[in-house]
């Protein structure tokens, strides 16, 4: 799961075919289907492992914050060069988000449940005075993360690139500190 995860990031969804896949894993193309119903079982569980990854690493962060000081930690991990510079290993919406809406809906509706059990796991560290706006926070948070390094990993221009992940960080901080106030 985890080297299918990684090559679905890099590659996108149609980048990798599954006896390539299954060659990286020392398996053969017939194999696979010991394994998998078809490739939308694989993308599904893919998926599924990738967004599991993305959100533990955005939790790691978290807990090693400062208490009071998760969100920001979840920011400077994720709008960060490392993560932009790994797509691979790195966040799974800004690498497959627009993939994703166009796969089966067994592959979405995987993804969908895992969005939003993952997303309750961020909203547990949002300010706010009830798990509603908890979640609504943690459901913009989350969307700007992903669309800024979206975006940073797509322009060719290192300075606009770097840019983007420092504007970003920059307005959620502020955003951050007036859901405090």
């Known amino acids: 799961m985890a080297t299918a995860a990684?090559?679905?990031?890099?590659?996108?969804?149609?980048?990798?075919?599954?006896?390539?896949?299954?060659?990286?894993?020392?398996?053969?193309?017939?194999?696979?289907?010991?394994?998998?119903?078809?490739?939308?079982?694989?993308v599904a569980e893919a998926s599924v492992h990738a967004a599991v990854e993305s959100?533990?690493?955005?939790?790691e962060a978290a807990k090693s914050a400062r208490?009071?000081?998760?969100?920001?930690?979840?920011?400077?991990?994720?709008?960060?060069?490392?993560?932009?510079?790994a797509p691979g290993s790195g966040c799974l919406l800004p690498a497959l988000g627009a993939d994703l809406s166009r796969q089966a809906k067994p592959v979405r509706r995987a993804f969908t449940n895992s969005l939003k059990e993952n997303m309750g796991k961020v909203a547990r560290y949002?300010?706010?005075?009830?798990a509603n706006i908890r979640l609504a926070r943690a459901m913009m948070?989350?969307?700007?993360?992903?669309?800024?390094?979206l975006l940073a990993r797509a322009t060719n221009d290192p300075v606009l690139s770097d840019?983007?992940?420092?504007?970003?960080?920059?307005q959620l901080l502020r955003l951050l500190e007036s859901w405090r106030d």
């Open 6 to 42: 990684r090559a679905f990031r890099n590659g996108g969804l149609q980048g990798i075919g599954i006896a390539d896949l299954m060659s990286q894993v020392g398996l053969t193309h017939g194999g696979f289907y010991a394994h998998f119903k078809d490739r939308d079982a694989l």
């Open 126 to 130: 949002m300010p706010g005075s009830n």
């Open 141 to 149: 948070l989350v969307s700007s993360m992903a669309g800024g390094i």
């Open 67 to 85: 208490p009071g000081h998760e969100v920001e930690a979840m920011l400077d991990f994720y709008l960060s060069p490392a993560h932009r510079d």
């Open 55 to 59: 959100f533990c690493k955005l939790a």
């Open 163 to 170: 840019l983007l992940l420092a504007s970003v960080r920059t």
